[in-house]
């Protein structure tokens, strides 16, 4: 087939979709009467947000007043279910932590930017334990910027597909306003400790009307965080080895220069509906601290010559054009088309044992991927049989394509006497199409009971078909009290490293399953276009209490039966003998047949005295294991409260107390080759708190300025190394880091200036 045809092929889900969209949107414009009553209709889809079981909120307000140092993972790591942690247990790239939601991982939460789905960090190589390079997609939109973050967990979060098994994060830029606006946002922090990175950034906003139909608006940030000392971690580290490790020690939080970029141009043709034009750019540069992945070693030294410069580099774009269309009282439509183009330039790694992860030069190389998204949904009120509805139907497509010509195991890592030729054929591009329909209608039976049944059909190009039903329901016993519940079925289709039979990595036998000592056959491990994508069965039943003054609390229970959980195989597929004599065994991904996340949820707001608020709300993890091995799915910790005592002292004025606790932390209970662990990689992080105080002052209606510190006590903690680190030639002789894989920053003082107009 011709690349023209091919694409011609590859486009004709874009055009059904667009035209479906065209012939579902009833002609004529709605009339005032029409939009005052459609109004109604957006409130009670607030309201059906607030009945969806697993659902939180973040406001600009919540960020204004506990401004980020880094991005807003930092807050989003606050709500209930969520933490932060490492794509694996690693503790490989153990700084660079994402949010984690109800112990899922990284790589089950899926985030969007004003409902569209973000995908960059499928940019980043795939590493043997899930690791990724990356501090992944919650920072391209700066803190300023943002109206609200909505945070979904369990059955709620099935409906958005591939992605979505632990959850979504939405975040949601600010409105164009109906009048010129503007400003202006300064912020920096100082560490107390001089070998802790500081971080400044500077924001500006300007939106509003350019005529009756046509309003803009234009947002930018430039961003630096210095990073930690190279050698923050010294004398912290846990032992190294007795080859050629000696005297290391792993580094600590990398730093970042972000610059950002977006405009909006907004057109309402007719009453009731509007277009928007979008686009945006980023780049995300690191400032190199010292991290090599695995052993720390600078063999070549090329480690100490790259610190504090840029060894990667991410470039995003992505372009979109949204179609917001109120047809009349009952109708509303929702239609984009975004694409997305990641350019990832990174100083070349090798892929192989020991130098996986260490740089193979000072070369650079890309990773490009590209991802076209097109979506439409109508949402509709309906009354049938006497009973309330609100109905949705939509289609989607996406198309990714990944070309990465750095991770090719045969040029990366010549081959020599352990490691024979490469005997596979790289493939450096990969690609999968997802078509998609799905439907949910919320039916108000009575007064009392809101009913939510939901079905989505996705069609993989790679791993076939895949079903996600949904049930949810809330009940409200009286006007105070109200009973959630919620099943469905969510999914995960392998990434496009995972399913590509021609990615290979190498280890010497170091981390080849089922060996019992350093120098056993090494291995390899392929990538598997035979992979089924990851389910789970998310189930959740809670209570909640409001009442009229304001106080409220709530308490959920949640279960996720995980199938299929895609990790690196522990059955050789293939075998042959190097020239030492020894054999190489050939792993791939599989599939494990099953895990399980339970755990309890629940917070309490009391608005206890006039101008106080009180809210806390905590995170019990019951077991999150792989059931076939007992294995953690992620460090996270046992349980974690967050507290936060607000105090508007006047109109202007208000001071805000926050404390975080965090329960103990296990790291991973197995080796690589699946024995018990000992000596310090069963090493635990214990309990500990972190408390913040700060205080906002609008000094008028147009300047703001908020001060204060953050780990008052001064609790830190240091990246001991890799959770799991070189068998020493024994049985069971394992020396690693355990829990100890990421440094928790001292006491720091943040200040933050807003002019606006």
């Not at 949910?440 to 993989?460: A, K, M, S």
Request: net charge neutral.
């Amino acid at each position: 087939m011709s690349a023209s045809k091919a694409q011609d092929r590859a486009l004709q889900p874009l055009g059904l979709l667009i035209a479906l969209c065209l012939v579902a949107s009833p002609a004529g414009a709605q009339s005032s009467d029409g939009i005052a009553q459609l109004d109604r209709v957006v409130v009670k889809a607030e309201q059906e947000l607030k009945q969806t079981p697993g659902a939180s909120t973040i406001t600009a307000e919540d960020i204004q007043k506990s401004p980020t140092a880094t991005d807003v993972s930092e807050i989003i790591r606050t709500m209930p279910g969520v933490n932060l942690t490492g794509n694996s247990s690693s503790g490989q790239r153990g700084n660079n932590r994402q949010i984690d939601i109800r112990g899922m991982s990284p790589e089950n939460t899926l985030i969007l930017i004003d409902g569209k789905p973000v995908s960059s960090r499928g940019s980043v190589r795939f590493g043997w334990r899930g690791e990724r390079d990356t501090r992944g997609d919650t920072n391209w939109v700066p803190p300023e910027q943002i109206e609200r973050i909505e945070v979904l967990r369990g059955p709620a979060a099935a409906r958005y597909g591939n992605g979505a098994a632990g959850g979504v994060v939405n975040i949601i830029t600010k409105p164009i306003a109906d009048k010129l606006t503007g400003s202006v946002t300064v912020y920096g922090n100082l560490p107390e400790h001089s070998d802790e990175g500081s971080t400044a950034r500077t924001t500006f906003s300007l939106a509003g009307p350019i005529s009756d139909t046509l309003g803009f608006r234009l947002n930018g940030s430039a961003a630096n965080f210095q990073g930690d000392a190279y050698d923050i971690n010294e004398g912290h580290e846990s032992y190294r080895g007795p080859i050629g490790n000696v005297g290391t020690f792993p580094a600590g939080r990398e730093g970042f220069k972000n610059r950002d970029i977006s405009g909006v141009l907004s057109w309402k043709p007719v009453a009731g509906h509007t277009i928007d034009f979008e686009a945006s750019y980023g780049r995300q540069g690191n400032i190199y601290v010292g991290d090599t992945q695995n052993t720390n070693r600078d063999k070549t030294g090329y480690v100490l010559a790259n610190l504090g410069g840029e060894t990667n580099r991410i470039y995003r774009q992505a372009y979109s054009i949204t179609h917001n269309g109120d047809w009349n009282a009952d109708t509303h439509t929702l239609s984009y088309l975004q694409y997305e183009q990641t350019r990832n330039t990174r100083t070349l790694e090798g892929l192989a044992g020991g130098t996986e992860g260490m740089f193979a030069g000072q070369e650079f190389g890309d990773i490009n991927l590209r991802t076209l998204t097109a979506h439409t949904e109508l949402s509709r009120r309906l009354n049938w049989g006497g009973i309330d509805q609100m109905g949705t139907f939509g289609l989607e497509w996406v198309r990714q394509d990944l070309e990465d010509y750095s991770s090719d195991l045969a040029s990366r890592n010549l081959p020599n006497a352990k490691m024979p030729t490469v005997p596979f054929a790289y493939s450096p591009k990969a690609h999968a199409n997802i078509y998609s329909v799905f439907a949910e209608d919320n039916l108000y039976i009575g007064d009392r009971w809101t009913v939510t049944p939901g079905l989505r059909f996705d069609h993989h190009s790679l791993q076939g078909n895949n079903w996600s039903p949904a049930l949810n329901l809330a009940y409200m016993i009286n006007e105070q009290w109200t009973v959630k519940a919620g099943i469905a079925r969510a999914y995960k289709a392998p990434n496009l490293y995972q399913s590509n039979s021609g990615y290979a990595l190498y280890s010497d036998g170091n981390g080849c399953w089922g060996n019992t000592k350093s120098g056993d056959p090494a291995c390899f491990l392929l990538g598997n276009s035979d992979l089924k994508a990851e389910t789970s069965i998310n189930k959740e039943l809670g209570i909640e209490f409001r009442s009229p003054d304001g106080l409220g609390a709530s308490l959920t229970y949640f279960h996720n039966d995980y199938r299929d959980k895609i990790e690196a195989g522990r059955t050789p597929i293939a075998s042959f003998t190097n020239s030492l004599g020894k054999s190489t065994g050939v792993f791939q991904w599989e599939n494990i047949p099953r895990a399980v996340v339970q755990g309890i949820e629940g917070n309490l707001t009391w608005p206890f005295a006039r101008g106080w608020l009180w809210s806390t709300n905590f995170t019990y993890m019951i077991e999150s294991k792989n059931k076939e091995t007992g294995e953690h799915l992620s460090t996270i910790p046992e349980y974690t409260i967050n507290s936060t005592l607000d105090w508007q002292v006047t109109p202007a004025w208000s001071l805000r107390a926050k404390a975080t606790v965090y329960g103990e932390q296990e790291g991973p209970k197995y080796d690589y080759y699946g024995q018990p662990l000992t000596g310090s990689a069963t090493d635990k992080i214990p309990p500990y708190a972190l408390f913040g105080l700060s205080t906002q002052y609008k000094v008028n209606k147009h300047f703001r300025v908020t001060a204060g510190v953050d780990n008052v006590f001064d609790k830190r903690i240091f990246r001991r190394g890799n959770a799991i680190g070189v068998n020493l030639g024994t049985p069971n002789a394992i020396y690693g880091a355990g829990a100890y894989t990421y440094n928790q920053p001292g006491r720091t003082f943040f200040m933050e200036v807003t002019s606006s107009f």
